[in-house]
């Protein structure tokens, strides 16, 4: 949006600045996107159009398999991270103890911590307890890095709250179960899904955690890439990562859209 | 006065501390069916904490608070009959008008047709009809105060705890919800107890009014009375504007004579005070009255300083000789004082409040005051008829040393009713 002020020649640096930005940021995608249509296996040059390769990906079970699993952990540790969050966040916030500030600070360690390190810290006490290393190791690791974060969202949707709601739910005949799931929860929630995006997506990319935390069957679908890259990529990957970005582009969008419509409703002063 | 069974709230010995911070004191209060009562007092002295407790949000430290005559200690909020509509509203952002007043319905598991019902009453009671779809983002102060109000007593409480409710409204605005929560309270005969700091709306709106001071309650009256009979020099300050003179009393048939630091003065004899009382004389503006003749039984001068016009009346600001400033209210059309003259100042005794004084402080300053000698010098300055030589430079040099620390002294809430001061004592032990 340029301002009406602006000489021309500022206007046409902003957008070429602008330009540049996007470029940067989307080329590499953009790129994909147009291998995974190419008739060529070697992506050097685009040769001709083809959705061959999405056939081919359809078809490679153990592609599809780790795509699976990945869906699996990311879904089981974004539910289990936003329940035990959450409910770490409003208690945070709402009562005074003793040890608060340092269970606070606690929580910063696992977000800086190196991954390397974590995932060799998780892989031994799963070893020590007898986890046995599979979907479920990766589920309760990625849950871990994922806590923090949800923590953190719900937080600073909780910083703008004001309690006497709560207290005036009460005052009108709410029990405590129901003044949670009633008041906080509905006024949380946008917190909540932040958090819950959040580390849907930090699941689904991790590479590091899951490298030491996967069992022989549970291989996600990073890890399963990485490992095709070593024979170089085909592009049958390129065809399901077009996929992927079409997914996340879809989610962003409806999202973006519902809220743009909620906050105009409660802006209209109409009806 | 009023029979137990009266009672709907009954505060009991209650005290509430937070810490070291005592900030309920040995509070007695019986709130009657059907009443407006107000709990007046500054900002900080435990007027919200006092409506919390009844609410149930904070337990009291000791004593014993009543509803219906049963003791609340063991209920929650949402097991108590009082509702309270709160300071900031509190309302439900993420809920429309509607669901906000049906909230208390619905927690009841009320009928569907039965809560359209009643919250379209409670919406036409506080006129918020076709309100219903908007969220409280969509309303204004005012409106929101509305919902508030419609939203607590849609469950039809005994006792609504109403906590400065109109405090961010602008003053218009304020003054016409104070009426119209008048009547509400009227129509519906729910027992309202109303916390504000604004003494004007706590004249206006209320039976009773309780005034409260750093935890304790000074007072339990009628507005008039509250107005004409100040029980503390905390209440003659707060409520309206008084003079107060600080004094010894000697009582002398139906009236007091009390010799001030400025001159002798007069006031009703309601019994109880001792020859050498310390006494404080408390006079509305609107009763001190000036002349240019000496009264007989007064010996008090003031040079106007400044007249003020404040739209019906006209406040003049009086320089006694003591160096102490008091206040004057005219009617518009009525004589007003001159600027820069010096008058006679005298009250009916009828319309001075005389208040025990049992601050140790002040008790220990006057009593090394040479009083002969000091009103020796006043009399002389009043016989020689000018207010400048008997301005505050003739006067000794140790009445006013004494003053200074009188007023100092003064000017500490130990200056308090003779129960509440022993009740600070005892807190200080
Ligand atoms: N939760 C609390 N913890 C500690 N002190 C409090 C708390 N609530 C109130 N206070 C203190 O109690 C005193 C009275 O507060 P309050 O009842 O809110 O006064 P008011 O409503 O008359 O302005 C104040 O000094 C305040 O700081
Ligand atoms: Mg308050």
Known sequence: MAKSGQSLGARVRNTAFSALVYLFLYAPIAVIVLFSFNTSRRNIVFEGFTLDWYGVMAGNTQLMDSLVNTLIVASCSTLLSVIIGSLAAVGMYRYRFRGRAAIDALLYIPVVIPEVVLGIALLSVFSLANVPLGLLSMIIAHATFSIPFVVFTVRARLSGFDASTEEAAMDLGANRLQVFSRITVPLIAPGIGAG?????????????????????????????????VRSGVSPDVYALSTIIILV???????????????????EHTGT | MLMASQAIVELKNVDKRYGENHVVKDLNLAINEGEFLSILGPSGCGKTTTLRMIAGFEQQSSGTILVEGEPVEDKEPFERNVNTVFQSYALFPHMTVF???AF???????????????????????????FEKRYPSQLSGGQKQRVAIARAIINQPKVLLLDEPLGALDLKLRKQMQLELKRLQKRLGITFVYVTHDQEEALTMSDRIAVMHEGILDQLDAPSRIYDFPATRFVADFIGESNIFDGLASPQGKNIVVTTEAGRVLGQNSGGFEEGEQVQVSVRPEKLRFDSEAREGFDLEGTVRENIFVGTFIKSILLLSSGQEVVLTSLSGQAVPEEGRSYHLFWEPSDAVILHSRSQEIWSTIANVDLSGFSAEADASADAGSAETGGANAAPASAGAASASAASASATPAAASAPAAAHRQKARA
């Open chain 2, 99 to 101: 669901e906000n007043v």
């Open chain 1, 196 to 228: 819950a995006m959040l580390a849907f997506t930090l699941s689904i990319d991790d590479i590091i955690i899951s490298f030491f935390t996967t069992g022989a069957t549970s291989m996600t679908f990073p890890l399963k890439v990485m490992e095709m």
């Open chain 1, 248 to 266: 996340t582009f879809a989610v962003v969008v409806t999202s973006q859209a519902i809220r743009y419509r909620h906050q105009k409703g409660q």
């Open chain 2, 104 to 130: 208390g319905l619905k927690m009841k598991r009320t009928a569907r047709a039965e809560i359209r019902e009643r919250v379209q009453e409670a919406l036409a009671l506080v006129q918020l009809e076709g």
